[in-house]
Nanobody, 123 residues
Framework: QVQLVESGGGLVQAGGSLRLSCAAS????????MGWFRQAPGKEREFVAR????????RYADAVKGRFTISRDNAKNTVYLQMNSLKPEDTAVYYC????????????????WGQGTQVAVSS
């Protein structure tokens, strides 16, 4: 079955950096666009970043543009999220998603999710 396993979360001070990883198995990874979403306490899950199957055309939510970078290594079936200049408002559980796509008005998740990794940013 499809498995997406995130890692790399943790506690960091504001201004710091973290790199999240998501290792995929059970699907033809190189054929899927991949995305990251996050959910803060008491809020709905929101789009963070998306990368096409080839690694081109990364897209970002306005809140993270210029600070976060999504990338992938198809040979390792892994997608990454490099997060720099972290802010307390970036605190959330971050989820990896397969088959993230544009629905005409926003980036919508595909059917496959990881279990999430907690990121906490202290002020």
């Amino acid at each position: 079955q499809v498995q997406l396993v995130e890692s790399g979360g943790g506690l960091v001070q504001a201004g710091g950096s973290l790199r999240l990883s998501c290792a995929a198995s059970g699907l033809p990874f190189s054929r899927y666009a991949m995305g990251w979403f996050r959910q803060a306490p008491g809020k709905e899950r929101e789009f963070v970043a998306r990368i096409s199957w080839s690694g081109g055309t990364p897209r970002y939510a306005d809140a993270v543009k210029g600070r976060f970078t999504i990338s992938r290594d198809n040979a390792k079936n892994t997608v990454y999220l490099q997060m720099n200049s972290l802010k307390p408002e970036d605190t959330a559980v971050y989820y990896c998603n397969a088959d993230t796509s544009w629905n005409g008005s926003s980036y919508a998740p595909g059917n496959y999710w990881g279990q999430g990794t907690q990121v906490a940013v202290s002020s």
